[in-house]
């Protein structure tokens, strides 16, 4: 149901270093990770001498073909799929961000979202820069650039200091491949090798389809530096408490993935176990909502013993036409997207698994679906809690406003659904779902927000800076304990 929520994937990411094909690879590597961002896809590759990309908008198979890979060549390469967090969807935003400076050409890509990029930017206007794009992550070159350092290493090691938020990343010159992840490891980058050069990735389903095996996590507040088959790592200033976004295991990441050290499809799994001890249901049959909520609602069943069938169907086939953020294309997309199933739920008592509520709007128009199929009840349960707080780390969600469950309780919102019962799991049974408790952002469900941000820090705000808007002072910092 991944994109019909309003609440999308950041970006995923790629680097292969010192590998003959590594355009290749690093395109088969973006169709693995493709769920993470449909707007744009792009790949930067070295041959040792000079540094080319292609990218555009679109999936993955749109922008690459065999004639265009061929072309960009390379032994290194970095590659990015774009949903938009920070500056609007457009071409000039999609990545990787190829740059020329007085160390040469360099590209980026990134993952995440900065949050004190406006300030930083703003800074840099006024000393006289110019930006091609309205993405914050345009702001981490201009810091590289500006660096008095020896290398770009160094320069990157001492730009990122200056930057807030939450940032996985790859750098690409014509001779170095650079990762590195935020002190706070809020979105995941993992390590691996493929014969005998390195690749690091979003997620570990993208060393699987290059055939690539998983070695570890980059650390978080590590840099890397990639080549000729060897890894240099260094610290990014002192460590802080691990964050590691929950939501990756609750919903983003392909359940095949290890991320953050785990398999995903575990974690899943145990949440649906443990909302099924925490809440089961008077019902004949359970059912997912497909794909993200398949393993939690097995969960679900073999905690509860009731019997797992496959209600709702969904078709693969219309995604494409409906990753447009406009609300009407979304409104429409549910029928297209789910078909239930008549003969599994007619007169039957149904417990329907999905993973998060967001707005509301779309499982609403699906329980309508599911009763015109002839269910006779519908109980809703949900594999994390009350979603009360918007994401400001890399992740698009509404405005709190549009959080149902900011301003209503699960009772309302049961009645706003139309079902007979209505159930979350607990934080605290999604914590130990992880079994890794206390290294977790949960700050979308609990407003417990690990860096702090101001009021106005929006997605758009570089598209809004050529209007008459204030630009907000930079966030604080708020260390914790
Ligand atoms: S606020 Fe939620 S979605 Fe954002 S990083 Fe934290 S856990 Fe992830």
Known sequence: MRHLRNWHEECGIVGIAGCTGASELASMALHALQHRGQESAGISATDGYTLATHKGMGLVADVFDESTLKSLGGASAIGHVRYSTTGTSNFKNAQPIQVSSHRGSMALAHNGNLINAHFLRRQMEQDGSIFGTTSDSEVILHLIARSRAETVEEALAAALPQVQGAYSLVVLTKDKLIAARDPYGFRPLCLGRFNDSYVVCSESCALDIIGGNYQRDIEPGELVVLGNGELASRRLGPSQPERRCIFEHVYFSRPDSIVFGQNVEKVRRRCG???????????????????????????????????????????????????????????????????????????????????????????????????????????????????????????????????????????????????????????????????????????????????????????????????????PDPPVPRQRS
């Open 273 to 471: 176990e443990i909302l099924g001890r925490e809440h089961p249901a008077d019902a004949d049959l359970v059912c997912a909502v497909p794909d993200s909520s398949n393993t939690a609602a097995l969960g679900y069943a073999r905690a509860t013993q009731l019997p797992f069938e496959l209600a709702l169907i969904r078709n693969h086939y219309v995604g494409r036409t409906f990753i447009s953020p406009a609300q009407k294309v979304r409104d429409m997309s549910v029928r297209i997207k789910f078909n239930p199933v008549a003969e599994v739920l007619r007169n039957k008592r149904i417990v329907v698994v999905d993973d998060s509520i967001v707005r509301g709007t779309t499982m609403r128009k699906l329980v309508k679906l599911i009763r015109a199929a002839g269910a006779a009840e519908v109980h809703l349960r949900i594999a994390s809690p009350p979603i009360t707080n918007p994401c400001y780390y890399g992740i698009d969600t509404p405005v709190r406003k549009e959080l149902i469950a900011s301003s209503h309780t699960v009772d309302e919102i049961a009645t706003y659904l139309r079902v007979n019962s209505l159930r979350y799991l607990s934080l605290e049974g999604l914590l130990e779902a992880t079994e890794q408790r206390d290294r977790f952002c949960t700050a979308c469900f609990t407003g417990d927000y690990p860096l702090s941000f101001t009021d106005e820090f929006e997605k758009n705000i570089f598209d809004l800076q050529t209007e008459t808007r204030e630009i």
